[in-house]
């Protein structure tokens, strides 16, 4: 599925066909349950590795683009303005 379609117009990536950015839309879909459950005062622990712990498989460039879907969702959700940049990232 299609995703910051706003944020991504024609032409900010190299080859982009189409606005926005993909994301599997089950994780999608789970990342709106968890934003629904933030509001309850819950928190979230992720852990993401590589099968073969090797370094360059795609780690952070996934957890970067949770981060940002994640945001966009809450500030969707709770008609927010949180920036997502790296002052908002550990």
Known sequence: MKY?????PMGSFKGQKSPGKYMCEYLHENLKVMAKAINKDMTFLGIIFSST????????VLTTQIGEAWT???NKMYNLNIPFNVDNIV
């Open 72 to 74: 966009d969702i809450v």
């Open 53 to 60: 712990l090797e370094v360059g498989t795609g780690k952070s």
């Open 4 to 8: 910051l379609i706003e944020k991504y």
